[in-house]
Structure formats: structure tokens, C-alpha cells
């Protein structure tokens, strides 16, 4: 059974830092694309960043330069840690990977301004 767990979520003021993980169960994040994605009250869930089995990374234009997404491969763990956040970024975040079509329980971010 393949279990995702975020975590790391709060509440932090604009232009601070917060870095989400996301552990694995029954699966291999260094054998899958897994990415970040976050949902806004009232928006569409979006892709925030992914990484794929050969440390490729890829973001977002609103988060490119201030979110970063990493792994780790022993802890079969995969991180997102976003600094100077903004208001905008406020939102449920939840790790996913498409390859099991497997989405965690999401974590809340609220950035005040």
C-alpha cells in the first residue's frame, strides 16, 4: 500500500521560510517522479514542482528562484523548501506522485501579509 505523509505546514509571515516533507511508504521516491502541488481556496490544484529519478527538477514560473525541491534518498523523503513567501503562496500543499496516482492528505500554508 502506497502511503504519502506531508508535513511541515504553518502559518509564517510574508517574506519568511517553511520547508514541507513528504514521507513515503511502499514506494521509492529515487525510482519515481514525485512533485509538489498546492490548492488555493477556490483555485485549481496546480503544480507547485517535481523531481524526477535523475535529480532533474523542474517548478513553477511563480515559485522558480524562491522554492526549492529535493530528496533524500535514505530517508525516502522528498522536501519543498520555499523562501521568501508571499501571500499568493497561501494554500493546501500535497505531495503526489502520478506514477501510483497516490496524493497525501495535504498540508496548510498561510503566508500573512
Known amino acids: 500500500q502506497v502511503q504519502l505523509v506531508e508535513s511541515g505546514g504553518g502559518l509564517v509571515q510574508a517574506g519568511g521560510s517553511l520547508r514541507l516533507s513528504c514521507a513515503a511508504s511502499?514506494?521509492?521516491?529515487?525510482?519515481?517522479?514525485a512533485g509538489w502541488y498546492r490548492q488555493a481556496p477556490g483555485k485549481e490544484r496546480e503544480l507547485v514542482a517535481r523531481?524526477?529519478?535523475?535529480?532533474?527538477?523542474d517548478y513553477a514560473d511563480s515559485v522558480k528562484g524562491r522554492f526549492t525541491i529535493s530528496r533524500d534518498n535514505v530517508k525516502n523523503t522528498v522536501y519543498l523548501q520555499m523562501n521568501s513567501l508571499k501571500s499568493e503562496d497561501t494554500a493546501v500543499y500535497y505531495c503526489?506522485?502520478?506514477?501510483?496516482?497516490?496524493w497525501g492528505q495535504g498540508t496548510q500554508v498561510t503566508v500573512s501579509s
Open positions: 523531481i524526477f529519478p535523475n535529480s532533474i527538477t
Open positions: 503526489h506522485v502520478p506514477r501510483f496516482g497516490t
Open positions: 511502499g514506494i521509492r521516491f529515487s525510482l519515481s517522479v
